[in-house]
Nanobody, 122 residues
Framework: EVQLQASGGGLVEVGGSLRLSCAAS????????IAWFRQAPGKEKEAVSQ????????YYRDSVKGRFTISRDNAKNTVYLQMNSPKPEDTAVYYC???????????????WGQGTLVTVSS
């Protein structure tokens, strides 16, 4: 059974930092692209970042470029999202997703984890 466990959310101040983790189990982790999504109150879920199977290729939505960094440790079956200089508009529930497809994961990921809430205070 595919399981994705997101953690690390909490309250952070503007200008601070926070690291989210997505721990995976139940599948061959290094065969899967991992993506982070978020959903703010009253808004649709949006893709934040993704990383390919060996960490050599990444994607970021424009609003987080230069502030967020995605990485993965295949030995630990874990993907991280380092959030530096967060802004109030980054407040959302953050989800990780897994899919073997680089493009399709942004439209329709095959596997979702539960979310972790990030609240950025100004």
């Amino acid at each position: 059974e595919v399981q994705l466990q997101a953690s690390g959310g909490g309250l952070v101040e503007v200008g601070g930092s926070l690291r989210l983790s997505c721990a995976a189990s139940g599948f061959t982790f290094d065969n899967y692209v991992i993506a982070w999504f978020r959903q703010a109150p009253g808004k649709e879920k949006e893709a934040v970042s993704q990383i390919d199977i060996n960490g050599g290729k990444t994607y970021y939505r424009d609003s987080v470029k230069g502030r967020f960094t995605i990485s993965r440790d295949n030995a630990k079956n874990t993907v991280y999202l380092q959030m530096n200089s967060p802004k109030p508009e980054d407040t959302a529930v953050y989800y990780c997703a897994a899919d073997p497809r680089w493009v399709a994961i942004l439209q329709d990921p095959r596997n979702w984890g539960q979310g972790t809430l990030v609240t950025v205070s100004s």
